[in-house]
C-alpha cells in the first residue's frame, strides 16, 4: 500500500520528485527511457542530472541526499545502455518506429536529427545530439535505421553520454559545493538549466527558419 501511494505521488516530470521516491535506480531508469524508447521523449534528462547533483552536496537541509558515485554510475549506465537499446530498435524497425507515433514534436525532433547527421557526420551528430532534448530520442533509432556502423554509433554515443551525464551531474555538485544553503535555490537553478538546455534547439529552429527564408 505504501509503495502504491508513493507511486501515485510521483510526477514525472518533476526531477525532485523521481530523485525523492526513486534515488539512483530512478536516475538510470529515466535516463534509460529518455535516450532508448520513443515513449521517453518527454523526461526531464538535463535537470535530473542537475538535481541529482546537486543532491549529492554535504550539508543540504532539504531534499534527499545521494551518493556521488551511485549517481555517476546509475547515470552512465543509464544513458549508454538507452541510446544503444535505441539504435537497435532502429535496425530492426526502421523508421516505422517513429511513422507509427502521431505526436508532432516526435516528427520534428526527427527532422532536426536527421539534419544532424547530414550537416555534421556520425560523429559530431551523435555527439551533439546528447545535448539537444527530444533529439537525443529520436536519433538513436534513426540512426539505426540510416544504417550508422554499430562501433561508430557506440563509439561517439559513449562519448556525448559521458559529457552530457558526467558533465552535468558535476556541474549540480559544484553549484552545491560552492554556495552555502543552495537548496533555498532549487527551483531557481533547475528553472535556469531546463532554460539552458533548450537553448540549442531555440538556435536550431531559428537557424532552420533563415535557412528556409
Known amino acids: 500500500m505504501y509503495a502504491h501511494s508513493v507511486l501515485l505521488a510521483v510526477n514525472p516530470l518533476d526531477a525532485s520528485s523521481l530523485l525523492a521516491a526513486f534515488g539512483a535506480l530512478g536516475i538510470a531508469a529515466v535516463l534509460f527511457a529518455e535516450t532508448g524508447l520513443l515513449i521517453g521523449f518527454f523526461l526531464p534528462g538535463d535537470s535530473l542530472l542537475f538535481t541529482a547533483g546537486l543532491l549529492c552536496t554535504p550539508g543540504l537541509h532539504s531534499g534527499p541526499h545521494l551518493n556521488l ?12 545502455a538507452g541510446a544503444q537499446v535505441g539504435h537497435l530498435l532502429g535496425r530492426k524497425g526502421g523508421r516505422a518506429l517513429l511513422e507509427r507515433s502521431r505526436n508532432r514534436r516526435l516528427h520534428e525532433g526527427a527532422q532536426r536529427a536527421e539534419e544532424l547527421l547530414a550537416r555534421y557526420g556520425h560523429a559530431k551528430a551523435i555527439t551533439l545530439a546528447r545535448f539537444v532534448p527530444v533529439v537525443r530520442t529520436v536519433l538513436n533509432p534513426l540512426a539505426g535505421a540510416l544504417g550508422v556502423p554499430t562501433r561508430t554509433f557506440a563509439l561517439w554515443q559513449a562519448v556525448g553520454g559521458l559529457v552530457w551525464t558526467v558533465g552535468l551531474i558535476l556541474g549540480g555538485y559544484a553549484l552545491g559545493s560552492t554556495i552555502p544553503n543552495v537548496d533555498r535555490y532549487l527551483l531557481p537553478a533547475i528553472a535556469v538549466i531546463v532554460a539552458l538546455s533548450l537553448l540549442p534547439l531555440a538556435l536550431e529552429f531559428r537557424r532552420s527558419r533563415a535557412a528556409r527564408g
Open 69 to 80: 558515485p551511485q549517481v555517476l554510475a546509475a547515470a552512465v549506465v543509464g544513458a549508454l
